[in-house]
């Protein structure tokens, strides 16, 4: 198993991950009749793409010995209704300026990160928007 995920009432819930113990609480969203003081689950899944690029890309960059610490991604998620679901993920990413990466490694990077698994098991009707500034 992956995780144990327990009901604590008040539109919230905590997952344990199994292998180390730690914990994620979750509360609905202000526009899904929560308080918004923690990830909401489809927060989660739009986080756990920016993760996963970030994750493939850095062993991609371990294999090239580049070093990809200080890169950043902002994550905005779209939602939308009837039904409600995720309509959109953008994800920007932001390298820092001391990083001197050619073409041939930028493109290696870029590719790693739009094929990890999150990215190719979310639905094709979720649009995913990448951006690279490099």
Same mark, same amino acid.
């Given at each position: 198993m992956t995780s144990s995920i327990v009901y604590k009432g008040e539109l919230r819930t905590e997952?344990?991950?199994?292998?180390?113990?730690?914990?994620?609480? %979750?509360?609905a969203p202000l526009d899904n009749q929560g308080k918004a003081e923690r990830f909401s689950p489809s927060d989660l899944v739009a986080t756990a793409?920016?993760?996963?690029?970030? %994750?493939i890309m850095g062993i991609k960059a371990r294999d090239m *010995?580049?070093?990809?610490?200080?890169? *950043?991604?902002?994550i905005q998620k779209h939602m939308k209704s009837e039904p409600r679901r995720i309509g959109g993920v953008d994800v920007t990413f932001h390298f820092p300026s001391n990083l001197q990466l050619d073409?041939? *490694?930028? %493109?290696?990077?870029?590719?790693?990160?739009? %094929?990890?698994?999150?990215?190719?098991?979310?639905?094709?009707?979720?649009? *995913?928007?990448?951006?690279?500034?490099?």
């Open positions: 997952a344990e991950h199994l292998h180390s113990h730690r914990k994620i609480e %979750t509360d793409l920016g993760s996963c690029m970030l %994750t *010995q580049v070093d990809l610490e200080g890169v *950043q991604i902002d073409e041939k *490694q930028k %493109t290696i990077l870029k590719n790693a990160a739009l %094929t990890c698994p999150v990215a190719k098991s979310i639905h094709p009707e979720i649009e *995913q928007n990448v951006v690279f500034n490099w």
